[in-house]
């Protein structure tokens, strides 16, 4: 057997009604708390009222900062940062999908008391999954509650953040991002939409897929993908047909809770690079449709480069072992979910689609072969057929 390493600090309570447990956890970290979120009075105010109420009973004082967007910003995550400096948070507490607990993530991770943020420093210093680089001394404790499945947030060491001034997307990597609990209770994602259903189990898929492609997978990281996987797979479709389908919120909150330990033990692919190019540029995007657009392509590619791996995986679904028996359920699965209709959906226009096929980080991605990751992008963005 080879070598590898495994780590994941975050205590994870996972399961129906956990979110009862919320209170006593945020306030064994502190008693002044920021919580990340959504806008206050928007579809899940009801949760955040509950959230409030409880967390006062332990003798918590709470303060919202509710302006994340979806592709949260550098200024969005200095506002956080302001407010949190303002009532002298001790905690932060993030409630909601990818893009909230990001935020909740940055505003913690880069926390001062002045509010500043060197952002150039900030991402030159923190660009490696693995580094040991000490964090800032001023970072303050992370406490996340999801209400999606998909980004994996909630479990791994990364936040991305889009530099608006330079149209790109940038992630942020320390161990110190990994939250220090999160609750994932799947009773809060009934109320999640068809489409962000989609977009977010197939963002599940690729951290699983993508992970298990690269060279720092072990034996544990292996079954992990295959298990995220395979409930992608089976149960994007039942809860977009039915959105209260209790064991299927279920089963995409733990293949979510999968993905991410995967995708912070074995890191990414091509796609995601790709990805964070087009919502840089297109920050409207969903980040998992972003994927569905860039996928077709890939698979073409990593099929001949990763073959064996390919037939390992579609013989644990019952496919044929051959990669095109994978290629074609993959993308039966985009279909299935309307995601093929991601580049229709999105309206390039002509100069967006020129400045991405155009994007100078393109050629870094892939150095030997930067032809083929420019026919990957172009056919991706004009050529897509499925």
């Known amino acids: 057997m080879n070598s590898f390493r495994f780590f994941m600090p975050t205590q994870i309570l996972f399961g129906k009604g956990r979110?009862?447990?919320?209170?006593?956890?945020?306030?064994?970290?502190?008693?002044?708390?920021?919580?990340?979120?959504?806008?206050?009075?928007?579809s899940l105010s009801a949760l955040y009222d509950r959230i409030e109420a409880a967390l006062k009973s332990e003798g918590v004082e709470v303060v919202f900062f509710d302006e994340v967007v979806p592709n949260p910003?550098?200024?969005?995550?200095?506002?956080?940062?302001?407010?949190?400096?303002?009532?002298?948070?001790?905690?932060?507490?993030?409630?909601?999908?990818?893009?909230?607990?990001?935020?909740?993530?940055?505003?913690?991770?880069?926390?001062?008391?002045?509010?500043?943020?060197?952002?150039?420093?900030?991402?030159?210093?923190?660009?490696?999954?693995?580094s040991t680089e000490e964090p800032p001394p001023t970072a303050l404790p992370i406490v996340t509650l999801t209400t999606t499945s998909g980004t994996g947030s909630h479990c791994t060491q990364a936040a991305v953040v889009t530099d608006t001034r330079n149209a790109l997307k940038v992630t942020l990597f320390h161990k110190h991002l990994f939250p220090s609990v999160s609750i994932v209770d799947p009773e809060l994602m009934y109320t999640v939409p068809p489409r962000v259903t989609a977009a977010t189990g197939f963002d599940t898929f690729t951290h699983?897929?993508?992970s298990y492609l690269g060279n720092r997978t072990s034996p544990l990281t292996v079954q992990m993908s295959f298990e995220a996987i395979s409930r992608v797979l089976e149960y994007v479709p039942k809860a977009m047909k039915n959105p209260l389908d209790s064991k299927a919120r279920a089963e995409l909150a733990w293949a979510d809770t999968l993905a991410g330990m995967c995708l912070a033990n074995g890191g990414a692919d091509l796609p995601h690079p790709l990805g964070e190019i087009i919502g840089g540029i297109c920050p409207r995007i969903a980040h998992g449709e972003t994927l569905a657009m860039v996928y077709p392509q890939f698979l073409g590619f990593r099929a001949e480069t990763?073959?064996?791996k390919f037939i390992a995986l579609a013989r644990h679904l019952g496919l044929d072992p051959q990669p095109q028996a994978l290629v074609n359920r993959i993308i039966e699965f985009l279909q299935e979910t309307e995601l093929h209709k991601s580049v229709d959906r999105a309206e390039f226009t002509d100069a967006e689609k020129n400045e991405i096929e155009g994007h100078p980080l393109l050629e870094q991605l892939l150095p030997e072969?930067?032809?083929?990751?420019?026919?990957?992008?172009?056919?991706?963005?004009?050529h897509l057929n499925i």
């Open 19 to 42: 979110c009862e447990e919320l209170a006593p956890i945020v306030s064994s970290f502190g008693k002044r708390c920021l919580i990340v979120s959504r806008p206050r009075k928007g």
């Open 73 to 130: 910003t550098c200024e969005g995550v200095e506002r956080g940062i302001a407010r949190a400096a303002e009532c002298n948070a001790e905690v932060v507490l993030g409630v909601g999908g990818g893009s909230v607990l990001d935020t909740a993530k940055l505003i913690a991770f880069l926390y001062s008391r002045n509010g500043n943020v060197d952002w150039k420093q900030a991402i030159s210093t923190y660009d490696y999954p693995f």
């Open 208 to 210: 699983a897929f993508e």
């Open 306 to 308: 990763a073959a064996e």
């Open 369 to 382: 072969q930067p032809r083929l990751i420019k026919e990957i992008m172009h056919k991706s963005l004009i």
